[in-house]
């Protein structure tokens, strides 16, 4: 009789041994599995950091400002963040972010403060900023296989634009809301509707309303009063400066 218990004590003892050896090994297999995640998920989370901070490195190396950190009443939507623009590509990534140079960044707070004395409810919405010259490259690039006036819209890259100095905005004015304005044509619409040449000549023809005739006249007065100067064929597009002041007083951007 005892040698029967003690034969089952010696059993138990085995297999209470087996048992913790197993959850060991299991415990011990899980805890790997659960480091190598986690590890796999710091190196994509780093790799996805870097990516996203690409563009805005760039920015900041050169002396650029977020806009949006000198004043909550701009509106921002980078359409060359999505594929929603001319290109039909995503060339900025990430980037949710409008920056300018300092200089063109206080001359857009000045435009601001004179679109308040225009309308109170009205602010800017920004479509682009800086650029990095090898965006405008890139740009470029799936440009010249489109059938459009190339020297009418895009900067060849070897000229620079005053976008890769942080020196050029591209805007229309909305509502409180973010709600665009009518101005007659969307962002990069290319054709003349978008020209500033004759919009007395594109209302009378019915191209144009009224309204948005008017809407553009107050845009480039507030923007010119500011000390920026638009362009012949792109109503949102004004310029802070020549490019040879950008080249001599400012980084270009690459």
Not at 96 to 109: G, I, Q
Request: hydrophobic letters at 40%; proline letters at 2%.
């Amino acid at each position: 009789m005892c040698l029967k218990n003690l034969k089952n004590y010696f059993n138990k003892i085995f297999f209470g041994f087996i048992v913790a050896a197993c959850m060991f090994f299991t415990t011990g297999r899980l805890e790997a599995s659960k480091n190598t995640i986690a590890c796999k998920f710091r190196v994509h989370h780093k790799k996805a950091a870097h990516f996203k901070g690409y563009i805005e490195r760039a920015f900041l190396k050169s002396g650029l400002v977020d806009v949006q950190t000198l004043s909550n009443r701009f509106f921002i939507q980078l359409d060359y963040s999505d594929t929603s623009n001319f290109l039909h590509k995503d060339v900025y990534g990430n980037l949710n972010k409008c920056y300018l140079n300092k200089e063109t960044a206080e001359k857009l707070l000045i435009a601001d403060s004179l679109l308040q004395l225009e309308n109170k409810n009205y602010h800017f919405l920004l479509f682009d900023g800086a650029r990095p010259l090898s965006i405008q490259k890139l740009m470029y690039d799936l440009y010249r296989k489109m059938p459009v006036a190339q020297g009418l819209y895009l900067s060849h890259p070897d000229h620079y634009s005053l976008h890769n100095y942080g020196a050029a905005i591209d805007l229309t004015i909305c509502d409180e809301n973010g709600k665009p304005i009518d101005m007659g044509t969307k962002f990069d619409h290319f054709g003349i509707e978008s020209h500033i040449t004759d919009e007395y000549g594109l209302m009378k023809s019915g191209k144009i309303t009224e309204q948005a005739y008017n809407n553009r006249r107050m845009v480039r007065r507030v923007m010119q009063k500011a000390k920026f100067t638009p362009i012949l064929f792109e109503w949102w597009h004004f310029n802070s400066c020549s490019r040879g002041y950008a080249a001599a007083h400012y980084t270009l951007v690459k």
